[in-house]
């Protein structure tokens, strides 16, 4: 995939300048992913490389993180619940529409129509290949199915919620895998529907979709804290 494609993306790296995670541009200084990335850590130790198809450890195109926000009721104990947050940063991203450019925040409480086929969605990142793969410095994309809230609860025996989202293909062998985690699924070319939460190890083992936070049910506090 080519950071012209979704050039809302970008790289979450820790210390060193390696990638840990996933995210998404959704502000000129805010960039949203999972609390399950950020939990245990501190702004000073985290970076984001935007403007990227290829990732490396070098400084261009980085920008510090000033603070972070994780969501007050994150719970990871409680199938990751409320696995969202947000990376305010130390300058603003000048967006040219070409590598950089903000995500779409879906409208609030959206839902893709609640139907077996369910609707297609795209997840790109750097994440790794295969369950004991390695992480990749050229970004990836897959072509997913979004599933509906009954067949993701279905399929995870009730471990998911109306909060989640499900995204895989039904014969599994495409989806996330580590360092897919905080990126973006996106649904209509740059709508950002899901977060990368967890899945089932090994990764995109069938009948076991990957499951994302659902963005619609966060849209208000996005805004509460980015406005």
């Given at each position: 995939a080519d950071i012209l494609e979704y050039p809302f993306i970008v790289s979450m790296r820790g210390p060193t300048g390696t990638h840990s995670c996933g995210a998404s541009i959704v502000a000129p200084r805010w960039i949203l992913t999972a609390s399950h990335c950020v939990s245990g850590r501190t702004a000073d130790q985290l970076s984001i490389q935007y403007a990227s198809t290829h990732i490396s450890p070098a400084s261009e195109n980085v920008v510090q993180v000033k603070r972070i926000v994780m969501h007050e009721d994150y719970r990871p104990s409680d199938s990751y619940a409320n696995d969202i947050a947000l990376l305010e940063l130390k300058g603003s991203l000048i967006y040219n529409y070409k590598t950089i450019a903000p995500v779409t925040l879906p409208d609030r409480y959206f839902e893709i129509d609640q139907v077996p086929e369910g609707a297609p969605g795209i997840l790109a990142g750097w994440g790794v290949n295969s369950t004991f793969g390695s992480l990749q410095n050229h970004l990836q994309s897959v072509n997913l199915k979004i599933y509906s809230d009954e067949e993701c609860q279905l399929r995870h025996k009730n471990a998911t919620t109306a909060d989640h989202l499900c995204g895989g293909v039904d014969?599994?062998?495409?989806?996330?895998?580590?360092?897919?985690?905080?990126?973006?699924?996106?649904?209509?070319?740059?709508?950002?529907?899901?977060?990368?939460?967890?899945?089932?190890?090994?990764?995109?083992?069938?009948?076991?979709?990957?499951?994302?936070t659902k963005v619609s049910h966060y849209v208000d506090w996005i805004y509460k804290h980015i406005h």
């Open positions: 014969e599994g062998g495409k989806g996330q895998c580590s360092g897919d985690s905080g990126g973006p699924l996106v649904y209509n070319g740059s709508v950002q529907l899901g977060i990368v939460s967890w899945s089932i190890k090994p990764c995109t083992v069938a009948p076991f979709p990957g499951v994302y």
